[in-house]
C-alpha cells in the first residue's frame, strides 16, 4: 500500500473550532475564563470525547495484559503490535460505537497474547475499518 491510499488521520471538526472560538471569546469576560473551564471539562469536543473513550478502552487493554503477566515494556520493540496500535487508534478516533473500540481493544489483545500473524491482524483491522466506511455509504 502506498502513503498515498492511506487515509488521512481524523482531525478535529468546524464543530470542534467552533466551540473552541466561542469558549476562547467567553474567557475574554471577567469570570469568563472559570465557566470556560468548566464547560470544557463537562462536555468538552466531540474530537477529544472520542479520544478519551478510546484511551480509556486502551487503558483496560493494559490492565489485562498486565494481568495476565504480559511485559508490557517489551510490547514496544514488537514492530507488528505497535502497527496493530496505531492503525486501531486510527480506526478509533474515526468511530462512535463504544462496540466498535471494544473490538478494536480484542484485536489488541490478539496481537499481544498471540504470535504475530501480520495476515490475519491487517484483515481483521482493515474489516474494522471498511465496516465504518460502508455504514457511512449506506445511509
Not at 6 to 33: C, H, N, Q, R, V
Not at 66 to 80: F, M, Q, S, V, W
Request: with cysteine; proline share 5%; hydrophobic share 40%.
Amino acid at each position: 500500500m502506498t502513503d498515498a491510499a492511506l487515509p488521512p488521520p481524523p482531525t478535529s471538526t468546524a464543530g470542534d473550532k467552533t466551540i473552541g472560538i466561542a469558549l476562547a471569546a467567553l474567557s475574554e469576560f471577567p469570570g469568563g475564563g472559570t465557566v470556560v473551564a468548566l464547560l470544557d471539562q463537562i462536555f468538552g469536543t466531540p474530537y477529544a470525547r472520542r479520544h478519551d473513550a478510546w484511551l480509556r478502552k486502551m487503558h483496560e487493554l493494559l490492565l489485562d495484559l498486565d494481568a495476565r503477566g504480559i511485559d508490557l515494556n517489551t510490547l514496544g520493540d514488537r514492530p507488528d503490535f505497535v502497527t496493530a496500535v496505531h492503525e486501531a487508534t486510527r480506526i478509533a478516533l474515526g468511530e462512535h460505537l463504544e462496540a466498535k473500540l471494544d473490538q478494536l481493544k480484542a484485536v489488541l489483545l490478539n496481537a499481544a497474547t498471540h504470535e504475530a500473524d501480520s495476515i490475519t491482524d491487517l484483515w481483521t483491522l482493515r474489516y474494522l475499518s471498511v465496516d465504518r466506511r460502508a455504514r457511512t455509504c449506506t445511509r
